[in-house]
């Protein structure tokens, strides 16, 4: 393979993880509103130490361990302030808490 061959392999890959990405999002916004409505914590470590175990446990390389788990940390991160956002949004029917999402995510200009 040549280099563009390889970067045209790597956009691929990189369109699945972001489908992939869309799709743990969901989920977690889906857990968010579970949460909300059973009163549980949004921030659950022992669950995250399992997602971390499974991420170690199915690594097939290259990439070491730990900085697989730094991207699930980042990952995870992300998806804990979507529950947040979820139940913030959701307790105040989508006031605040949007305008929040969009300062974080640049999108100021699309409320």
């Known amino acids: 393979m040549d280099i563009a061959e390889l970067r045209r392999r790597i956009d691929e890959l990189d369109r699945q ?3 992939l990405i869309s799709e743990r999002a969901r989920a977690a916004q889906a ?4 949460k909300r409505a059973t009163d549980l914590p949004v921030y659950e470590p022992n669950r995250e130490s399992v997602i971390f175990a499974n991420v170690r446990k ?4 290259p990439l070491p361990d730990i ?6 940390e980042r990952i995870i991160d992300v998806m804990r302030a979507l529950q947040k956002d979820e139940l913030a949004s ?10 929040d999402v969009n300062k974080k995510t640049g999108n100021e200009n699309h409320q």
């Open 17 to 19: 993880i972001v489908l």
């Open 31 to 34: 857990i968010g509103r579970l």
């Open 58 to 61: 199915n690594n097939p390389g």
């Open 67 to 72: 900085e697989l788990t730094h991207i699930y």
């Open 90 to 99: 959701q307790a105040r029917n989508a006031g605040p808490a949007t305008e």
